[in-house]
């Protein structure tokens, strides 16, 4: 990927973030003007999609976001599955609260290169439900993007909660040049069926398709080396083929993966030499820019 962007808060009187709307409030108008000046700042942004739920969404996006800090880019992670926020687990920052001055928010870290945001952070008790209806959730994101001190970022990766509801059309809507989005599935049919109408929701909003990831697809017993397709095999890359759009690879399953998801241990660094790592390397090569570009 090497997609250059224009910034949107440029110096040129023309630009249209510095343009009020004929049909726009004054107040509408700051804060999409304050939204585009934080976003400008984002060289690229991806959104990690699913159709449907437990395909492991969140473990590709909070892995793919590590993978990017440690192969030397400024990253953001922003959990925006409002209902089931898992970032703050898999990263290891439970309880670990979001400093404001009341007017911007300073983002969780982990490690040197990675900022974190995620409602998790918000809640006072971890088995807290969110109990929102749309203009809530709609505010809540917006503010995250507007209000959220993200700075200079190479990346941002958003993950997003599973189908094609307010969160996610929301976004599309607020961040108006995405690079894509990655598609996550398994392979059964099951969840394949509702991946299409992820990829289909994509065309409509305009939205690339960056490629599709094939997760839990076959394990290879660590004992006897005897592999199991335990959900079938290969669904995926078929699907991605037949609505043409790219295949960025399977991620077997493995069990180090699943104890280094509890344990707040991303794959992506704690357990390099795994197959299922080895795998996700190969999918984050295809998906980034070099470091100095």
Not at 20 to 45: M, V, W
Not at 69 to 97: F, M, N
Not at 185 to 199: E, F, W
Not at 208 to 219: A, D, T
Request: hydrophobic residues 40%; contains cysteine.
């Amino acid at each position: 990927m090497t997609k250059k962007r224009e910034c949107d808060s440029c110096d040129s009187t023309t630009c249209p973030a510095k343009q009020q709307g004929e049909e726009e409030s004054l107040e509408q108008f700051l804060e999409r003007q304050a939204l585009s000046q934080r976003l400008c700042q984002i060289e690229h942004k991806i959104f990690v999609l699913s159709g449907k739920g437990g395909v492991g969404k969140s473990t590709v996006a909070a892995n793919l976001a590590v993978s990017l800090a440690i192969d030397g880019h400024r990253t953001g992670l922003l959990d925006v599955d409002l209902h089931g926020p898992s970032i703050p687990k898999l990263l290891h920052l439970e309880g670990r609260p979001l400093a404001s001055d009341g007017q911007t928010i300073e983002p969780a870290t982990f490690g040197d290169r990675l900022k974190v945001v995620s409602i998790g952070f918000l809640l006072q008790h971890q088995d807290d439900a969110v109990i929102w209806r749309g203009p809530l959730k709609m505010g809540v994101i917006r503010q995250f993007l507007k209000d959220v001190n993200w700075g200079e970022l190479d990346y941002l990766i958003v993950d997003s909660p599973p189908g094609t509801g307010d969160e996610p059309l929301s976004l599309c809507q607020l961040i108006g040049d995405a690079d894509g989005a990655v598609v996550v599935t398994t392979p059964q049919d099951v969840a394949l069926a509702d991946v299409r109408k992820c990829i289909g929701f994509c065309g409509k909003l305009r939205l690339p398709v960056l490629g599709v990831v094939e997760n839990m697809s076959g394990f290879v017993c660590p004992h006897c080396g005897e592999r199991t397709d335990l959900f079938k095999r290969g669904g995926g890359e078929r699907m991605a083929a037949e609505m043409g759009v790219p295949f960025l690879g399977a991620i077997p399953l493995d069990p180090q993966v699943v104890a280094s998801g509890d344990d707040g241990r991303p794959f992506a660094c704690f357990a390099t030499e795994t197959a299922t790592a080895q795998a996700f390397a190969a999918i984050v090569a295809k998906l980034a820019a070099p470091a100095d570009a």
